[in-house]
């Protein structure tokens, strides 16, 4: 059964950076598609970020374009996001996904001064 | 991008009794490959997403029969035959046929 954890979030001023983790286990994380889903407090799901396996580079989201960057490290089983030059709207709980079916249980990140 | 608009975004039910939820996409769903990417999903309070349909009308493992999924095109409907207690929560659906990968507004379940 594949499981997924997540960590990294937490307190950032607007304008810093946080890098977000997600151990994965109980699959074949080199050959599985990734991604990441966040979720503002109280509000829907926004698919942020998504990397085939094969070589492909990952594509993002506009809102998120040119500041997050997805990354995998197949050796550690890790899915990473970078996340640069925080706004107040990247607030939000940030899901590790497995394709679309298996999903962590999220961290929280919030930007604020 | 495909703009996903689902009605009704709160819904009352009766439990034991059928109810359904419509989504709506801006653009047809069907995918060059003859595919059409649907999915619906359940957040039930306090946990993370839980996908329970995929293209349109198939039940992921451990999905009860009570749930159904139908439509193409552009227009897509989750049904409950029953609903149950353990229904309650908020459902999204979700396109999966262009990026970037767009949600509903979320669909509220609640008990009478």
């Known amino acids: 059964e594949a499981q997924l954890l997540e960590s990294g979030g937490g307190l950032v001023q607007p304008g810093g950076s946080l890098r977000l983790s997600c151990a994965a286990s109980?699959?074949?994380?080199?050959?599985?598609?990734m991604s990441w889903v966040r979720q503002a407090p109280g509000k829907g799901l926004e698919w942020v970020s998504v990397?085939?396996?094969?070589?492909?580079?990952?594509l993002y989201a506009d809102s998120v374009k040119g500041r997050f960057i997805m990354s995998t490290d197949s050796s550690k089983n890790t899915l990473y996001l970078q996340m640069n030059s925080l706004r107040g709207e990247d607030t939000a709980i940030y899901y590790c996904?497995?394709?679309?079916?298996?999903w962590g249980q999220g961290t929280l990140v919030t930007v604020s001064s | 991008d495909v703009v996903m608009t689902q009605s009704p975004l709160s819904l009352p039910v009766t439990l034991g009794q059928p109810a359904s939820i419509s989504c709506r996409s801006s653009?047809?769903?069907?995918?060059?490959?003859?595919?059409?990417?649907l999915n619906w999903f359940q957040q039930r309070p306090g946990q993370s997403p839980r996908r329970l349909i995929y293209?349109?009308?198939n039940r992921d493992s451990g999905v009860p029969d009570r749930f159904s999924g139908s439509g193409s095109g552009t227009d897509f409907t989750l049904r409950f035959s029953k609903v149950e207690a353990e229904d309650v929560g908020v459902y999204y659906c979700?396109?999966?046929?262009?990026?970037?990968?767009?949600f509903g507004q979320g669909t509220k379940v609640e008990i009478k």
């Open positions: 996904v497995k394709g679309k079916t298996a």
């Open positions: 109980g699959f074949t994380f080199s050959s599985s598609a």
């Open positions: 990397i085939y396996r094969g070589g492909s580079s990952p």
């Open positions: 653009q047809s769903l069907v995918h060059s490959d003859g595919n059409t990417y």
């Open positions: 293209q349109v009308s």
């Open positions: 979700l396109q999966g046929t262009q990026w970037p990968w767009t």
